[in-house]
């Protein structure tokens, strides 16, 4: 059974940093790419952040992109989200998500496996 577990998420202010957490287990966690997703209230599950099975191909949305590193440690089997320079429109619920593939998309269809979500809240 594949589970995974985020961590990590809380209340912060304006300007300052999270580290979100993601422990994969039961599945060959080395083999595919994983991602970061969130969801504001009233609003679609959009794409952050997604990392080959290498960890050698990032990619980010553009609200994102200089702000939050996507990174993986395959010998612990989990993923990491930094948060940096942090805005109250990243205010979501984030969830991680095993690809089915080796490279990272950005497509939800393109994750099979997700985890429970972990809230992240910014104030102004």
């Known amino acids: 059974q594949v589970q995974l577990v985020e961590s990590g998420g809380g209340l912060v202010q304006a300007g300052g940093s999270l580290r979100l957490s993601c422990a994969v287990s039961?599945?060959?966690?080395?083999?595919?790419?994983m991602g970061w997703f969130r969801q504001a209230p009233g609003k679609a599950r959009e794409f952050v952040a997604g990392?080959?099975?290498?960890?050698?191909?990032?990619n980010y949305a553009d609200s994102v992109k200089g702000r939050f590193t996507i990174s993986r440690d395959n010998a612990k089997n989990t993923l990491y989200l930094q948060m940096n320079s942090m805005k109250p429109e990243d205010t979501a619920v984030y969830y991680c998500?095993?690809?089915?593939?080796?490279?990272?998309?950005?497509?939800?269809?393109?994750?099979?496996?997700w985890g429970q979500g972990t809230q992240v809240t910014v104030s102004s």
């Open positions: 990392i080959s099975w290498s960890g050698g191909i990032p």
């Open positions: 039961g599945r060959t966690f080395s083999n595919y790419a």
């Open positions: 998500a095993t690809g089915r593939h080796q490279l990272a998309t950005k497509y939800p269809s393109d994750y099979d496996y």
